[in-house]
């Protein structure tokens, strides 16, 4: 498996997760969206700064070749899983409401 179906993976899951794990339906909502268009540009600022001075490298036959800022574009999908991921996660939890004992 090369990182690129890795990703693939990650972000089907990620999907499927928020729709029927959290049930937050993230994906469908505006605020989802303004928020991700906050973050993305520092994702591709950190992503540019890490490839283009081969701090971060990768190995040719793992990805697609595909660069968007000097970054994988596989890092981009990974990136927005991580992100639908842990504001799913944040609004899931914070319905919950902390259980002190």
Do not use: C, H
């Not at 999908?77 to 996660?89: Q, R, S």
């Amino acid at each position: 498996m090369i990182y690129s179906d890795i990703v693939i993976a990650i972000l089907i899951f990620s999907v499927l997760l928020d729709l029927f794990g959290f049930k937050n339906s993230l994906l469908t909502r505006p605020i989802f969206w303004s928020s991700y268009a906050i973050i993305l540009p520092f994702q591709l600022l950190t992503n540019w700064w890490l490839t283009s001075r081969n701090i971060v490298m990768y190995d040719p036959e793992v990805i697609s070749g595909l660069r968007i800022m000097s970054a994988p574009v596989e890092d981009l999908i990974f990136g927005f899983a991580l992100i639908l991921n842990v504001m799913g996660m944040w609004e899931y939890w914070g319905t919950k409401g902390v259980q002190k004992d």
